[in-house]
């Protein structure tokens, strides 16, 4: 038995390259062999730049994609395919908090409404209830009974994004995966809904994926952070470890970039240029293009992740394996 509650091994997935739809000549490889665990009541960040594949993953961590190779396990069963009665049942234990909250709601129905529309669908409580429980889920999010009360347009992003939340807290889920939960919204409030996420987390011990280009955001909830690159998780640890001594180059320059978090005796670094076309990967360590430290050897052959600092740590990059040999083991 795992004490993780959502395991996903080797998963991959490929789409079409644009332009190749009636040749299949050419994929991209959105994800490529992320293997990734979440423990109960754990908040697992997931960082990396927009198109590195982190929604996608976060898709089949659901089950909403259909992996082309790998598997989900959730509390120790694999999960069933999209779609079907059992994957339906099991959605009442993983919900989704999307990014853009207003493409999420019925425009036409009342926020009550559509608090308490998946009690009824996953036939939860007595039906002359569900109004009620939904009043309690709006004040646990912060929203009274007049919001409640008025469409979706007659709210601000923030409030919109609060009745998501209340709305996947309706079938008490055990895991949320939350896509850009905060990126739609305006600045001065994303500390405040991070906030929010990271209380609902706590008080009803829920695990979390959270899906941020934003390592500020990440840092604010999450106990551990992947970092993903072009498809593949290029670095993973604590949030505390990554922070204050990120070891990946990448991940070195996303850290650079976020103000009064690096420790002075990591170097600064930034990151030139944009990701390479995944259509187009590049031979060797796919970040070669972009790496101020790269080495010859890292035009011609990919990185493993290998498991360092006793498998607390797991790191793709040469200079790292170089640096770390007795301790680097290959990452499952
Ligand atoms: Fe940079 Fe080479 Fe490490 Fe890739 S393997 S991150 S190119 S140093």
């Given at each position: 038995m795992s004490d993780a509650l959502l395991k996903a091994e080797g998963l991959a997935k490929a789409y079409p390259a644009p332009g190749s739809l009636f040749t299949k000549q050419r994929k991209v490889l959105?994800?490529?062999?992320v293997s990734i665990s979440v423990r109960r009541g754990e908040t697992v960040g997931l960082v990396g730049e927009?198109?590195?594949?982190k929604s996608t993953l976060g898709r089949m961590l659901l089950g909403l994609e259909k992996p082309d190779a790998g598997r989900v396990i959730f509390d120790n069963d694999v999960m069933p395919p999209g779609n079907t009665r059992a994957w339906r049942r099991l959605r009442a234990r993983i919900q989704l908090v999307y990014q853009d909250p207003l493409g999420a709601l019925?425009?036409?129905?009342s926020i009550a409404e559509q608090v308490a529309e998946p009690l009824g669908i996953h036939g939860i409580g007595e039906p002359e209830r569900r109004m009620a429980q939904a009043a309690t889920l709006l004040a646990r999010v912060g929203l009274s009974q007049q919001h409640g009360a008025?469409?979706?347009?007659?709210?601000?992003g923030g409030q919109r994004q609060r009745t998501v939340l209340a709305r996947a807290l309706a079938t008490s889920p055990e895991l949320l995966v939350c896509d850009e939960p905060v990126s739609a919204l305006d600045v001065s409030i994303q500390a405040q809904v991070i906030n929010l996420f990271a209380e609902i987390q706590q008080q009803f011990g829920l695990a979390m994926v959270f899906i941020s280009h934003d390592l500020r955001a990440v840092r604010q909830i999450s106990r551990r952070v992947a970092v993903m690159y072009l498809g593949r998780i290029v670095e993973e640890g604590t949030t505390d470890d990554i922070l204050q001594a990120p070891l990946h180059p990448y991940t070195r320059a996303l850290v650079s970039a976020v103000?009064?978090?690096?420790?002075?005796?990591t170097r600064r670094m930034s990151v030139a240029g944009d990701p390479p076309n995944p259509a187009e990967r590049p031979a060797g360590c796919d970040f070669h293009p972009r790496?101020?430290?790269?080495?010859?050897?890292c035009r011609n052959l990919r990185p493993l992740l290998l498991n360092i600092a006793g498998g607390l740590r797991k790191v793709a990059c040469h200079l790292v394996a170089e640096n770390e040999p007795r301790q680097a083991a290959r990452a499952q």
């Open positions: 959105a994800v490529d062999g927009s198109g590195c594949g019925d425009r036409r129905l008025r469409l979706p347009h007659e709210l601000s103000p009064n978090v690096r420790k002075p005796r790496c101020p430290l790269a080495v010859p050897a």
